[in-house]
């Protein structure tokens, strides 16, 4: 299983994103996805999870209702639709998702980030 993130790049200040991850390999089902971001310096920090389901959660200090996160599930992919972005959200991206294969338990995957710098 292999998790691909795209979307991230450099925007300015009070700009917008959609950060995108989907998910490939050998699936039976997805569980809950999330985003996660890693800032220089900082430990990583959940920005953001939906369950199979759709019912989403945020961490309110981070997001304060600028973020959305949404799933396509026929798609396997998980977005993170970012608005009035600010320097301080400046970071590296990460996606993951919990998912079980055909003969196989839930695991978490990860993907492997990207970047996003908001410029002032």
């Known amino acids: 299983v292999q998790l691909q993130a795209s979307g991230g790049g450099l925007v300015q200040s009070g700009g917008s994103l959609r950060l995108s991850c989907a998910a490939s390999g050998s699936i039976f089902s997805i569980n809950t996805m999330a985003w996660y971001r890693q800032a220089p310096g900082k430990q990583r920090e959940l920005v953001a999870g939906i369950t199979m389901g759709g019912r989403a959660n945020y961490a309110d200090s981070v997001v304060k209702g600028r973020f959305t996160i949404s799933r396509d599930n026929a798609k396997n992919t998980v977005y993170l639709q970012m608005n009035s972005l600010k320097p301080e959200d400046t970071a590296v991206y990460y996606c993951?998702?919990?998912?079980?294969?055909?003969?196989?338990?839930?695991?978490?995957?990860w993907g492997q980030g990207t970047q996003v710098t908001v410029s002032s």
């Open positions: 993951n998702a919990a998912v079980a294969g055909y003969y196989s338990d839930y695991e978490i995957y």
